[in-house]
């Protein structure tokens, strides 16, 4: 898991050829006036789905993780805690692998949480569980993006 300011992107950008496609279209994509919906960057490796959703509270988490494809979350208006972890520490399978959708939920009890805001980003690799939309204090509406990187 890598949590960072949107200026120091560049940074991680030899972690995967794709990034940078992604970065591209979180810091040129007028995300403000984007609809929700898919947008296809490199089709086939890399897309984004923006999201306009109502944060909830911590008991409420529930824990994700993926096998084909990096997340790079980027608050676009609001603030959200995200929860993450360590795949190994999440041994309880909630439920199973969904190959389409590339999700499976998990059960663990050791991790961390952070607070993301605009101007932040999270990026969460196949081996990072996560909790997403979880509330800073009070439920909030948020517009986030979450762009899809290859593995």
């Not at 050829?17 to 929700?36: M, Q």
């Not at 944060?55 to 959200?80: C, M, N, S």
């Not at 979880?134 to 517009?143: F, G, M, N, R, Y």
Request: hydrophobic share 35%; net charge negative.
């Amino acid at each position: 898991m890598i949590f960072d300011e949107l200026n120091n992107f560049e940074q991680y950008l030899n972690l995967n050829k794709n990034l940078k496609a992604g970065f591209d279209f979180i810091k040129n994509g007028n995300l403000e006036n984007l609809e929700d919906g898919r947008y296809e960057i490199i089709k086939d490796k890399v897309f984004a789905n923006v999201q306009t959703l109502t944060t909830k509270q911590k008991e409420l988490k529930r824990w994700e993780a993926h096998r084909k494809y990096i997340d790079i979350q980027y608050v676009i208006k609001g603030a959200e805690c995200m929860g993450y972890g360590i795949l190994r520490d999440f041994g309880e399978v909630e439920e199973e692998y969904n190959e389409t959708k590339d999700i499976e939920f998990l059960k663990g009890e050791k991790f961390n949480y952070v607070n993301v805001e605009k101007g932040n980003f999270v990026i969460f690799y196949p081996n990072d569980v996560h909790a997403p939309m979880l509330s800073v204090e009070d439920d909030t509406e948020i517009k986030k993006v979450i762009v899809k990187v290859a593995v």
